[in-house]
């Protein structure tokens, strides 16, 4: 694609998908309803994380310009079905640049988010470090804990960016697979407890990954206290449910949340 093309793109970019050469038709509909997808269960997340190869720091500016246009058409185009988050990860770890979180009624959505993007002219730039998936679901153990514990859970975080997300895959094993739920709540009761403190600060999401992926849990965290991030996870490991996690991590995903536009901006530099 020639630079040239694209810049002419730029003045249109909210109205048109551009993919790899093509542009195609202006986009169509509403955004996807982003509040369902972000809040109720039954619905697929996945976090995709990818690096940016040698060639992209040699392009010149015009030509990444014309490049980050792509993605935004890309991104732009899969909104109507998807909602999509993007964070920068470029500066704080090694794993990678870029991290998408795309929530979607139907993962074969994702799926075609994820291709037209890797096959886009952005796309050529791009190398996949990782890709997760998992499903949101109703809680399992809060509604038999006791009705106090209920309403400790309820209390909201803090008002204000929560610029920091933090994203680990969990597997447990077998042993606590094999337990009866009662053991299992019990233990999960002493892991919320444990919690308490840090709900003001640190907001979470949870996806079941068993049989989707090779783990059994995504979880995902807002925070602008990274240090309050750190002290949970000190006492979430005194707990007797952390004796049964096999995978805390590998990798730990630590990245910034950022608007699309805010994405460009730093990758077009
Ligand atoms: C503000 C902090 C946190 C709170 C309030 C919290 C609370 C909870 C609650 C209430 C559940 C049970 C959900 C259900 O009923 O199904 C749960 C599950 C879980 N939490 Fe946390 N949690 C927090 C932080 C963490 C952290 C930091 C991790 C690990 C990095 C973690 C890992 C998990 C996992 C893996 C499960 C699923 C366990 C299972 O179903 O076997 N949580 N959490």
């Not at 400790?152 to 739920?181: F, H, M, N, T």
């Not at 910034?256 to 730093?266: G, M």
Request: proline share 4%; net charge negative; glycine share 6%.
């Amino acid at each position: 694609m020639k630079p040239s093309t694209v810049l002419i793109l730029r003045t249109r970019w909210v109205s048109w998908a551009c993919v790899g050469l093509l542009c195609l038709t202006p986009l169509a509909g509403a955004a996807a309803d982003r509040e369902k997808l972000l809040n109720e269960p039954g619905v697929y997340g996945t976090f995709a994380t990818f690096s940016l190869d040698e060639e992209w720091a040699k392009e010149d500016q015009a030509t990444r310009i014309a490049y980050l246009t792509v993605l935004k058409g890309v991104v732009e185009q899969h909104r109507e079905k998807i909602a999509i988050d993007l964070y920068l990860m470029r500066g704080l770890s090694d794993h990678a640049d870029l991290m998408f979180r795309a929530h979607a009624a139907e993962l074969r959505d994702t799926q075609q988010f994820l291709v037209d993007l890797q096959t886009s002219h952005f796309g050529k730039h791009l190398k996949t470090a990782s890709i997760m998936h998992g499903l949101t679901k109703k809680a399992n153990y809060v509604p038999g804990f006791p009705d106090q514990l209920k309403a400790d859970l309820k209390v909201a975080s803090e008002p204000g960016p929560k610029p920091y997300a933090i994203v680990v895959p969990i597997r447990k094993s077998a042993d606590w697979w094999g337990l009866d739920q009662e053991k299992r709540a019990a233990m999960m009761q002493e892991h919320t407890e444990a919690t308490l403190s840090y709900l003001k600060t640190v907001k979470r999401k949870l996806y079941h990954s068993s049989g989707l992926d090779d783990l059994d849990f995504i979880t995902y965290f807002e925070t602008s206290e990274l240090e309050d991030f750190h002290s949970l996870i000190l006492s979430l490991e005194k707990v007797k449910e952390f004796q049964y996690t096999r995978r805390f991590g590998h990798p730990t995903l630590l990245g910034t949340a950022k608007s699309l536009d805010e994405i460009i901006e730093t990758l077009a530099q």
